[in-house]
């Protein structure tokens, strides 16, 4: 999976925290808005194609069915159920589980970028003490500084192998792109 789509999931799932601030707050349309977080995860999972967006999809019908009035299985409620109560609380619960699972889904291929981009961050460090990388990197033009760089740096002995390595761990299209975002600011 590319950085981008990482990225994306990644943003979606931070949305999470003002969800949850709605709850504390008692929101009316906290129910409402997990069912439309849900929603829009489901179609970003698809998007990327990973079949946790399924998973997310029957978690939305059990929120659903909650708002029906459904108590969901396994949900034990104190006090009067309310159709409030019990819609709280299954998209409490809903939400806490697709993030999860989405969480569970991408960490794998969160942690490659990571490693990713602490690879990269070294190799600039040393590129730039080789004088690999100019003062000015967008002087001739940003790609075509970027890619002379990742050229420099692939043929380089010493900087070659981890060039290899970067570019086997993300991709080739992931590499340049950590490479961007690591090169100094002039």
Known sequence: MHIVNIEEIQGMLLRVPELIDRLESRDPDFTVLVKEWLADAEQVLINNRLAVA?????LRGVLISAERGVLPEGMVLTGRK??????????????????????DAIRG??????????????????????????????????????????????????????????????????????????????
Request: no cysteine; hydrophobic share 45%.
């Open 82 to 103: 309310t159709a409030r109560k019990i819609g709280s609380a299954a998209a409490a619960d809903a939400l806490r589980r697709a993030s999860e699972l989405i969480t």
């Open 109 to 186: 291929d969160a942690a490659q970028i990571a490693e990713g981009e602490k690879l990269t961050r070294q190799l600039v460090a040393l590129a730039e003490r080789k004088g690999i990388i100019p003062d000015d990197p967008d002087a001739r033009g940003h790609n075509e500084t970027l890619n002379t760089i990742w050229r420099a740096m692939s043929e380089d002995p010493e900087l070659g192998p981890a060039t290899t390595h970067l570019a086997g761990l993300v991709g080739a299209y992931d590499a340049l792109v950590l490479l961007d975002r690591m090169l100094p600011v002039p």
């Open 54 to 58: 399924a998973d997310v999809a029957v």
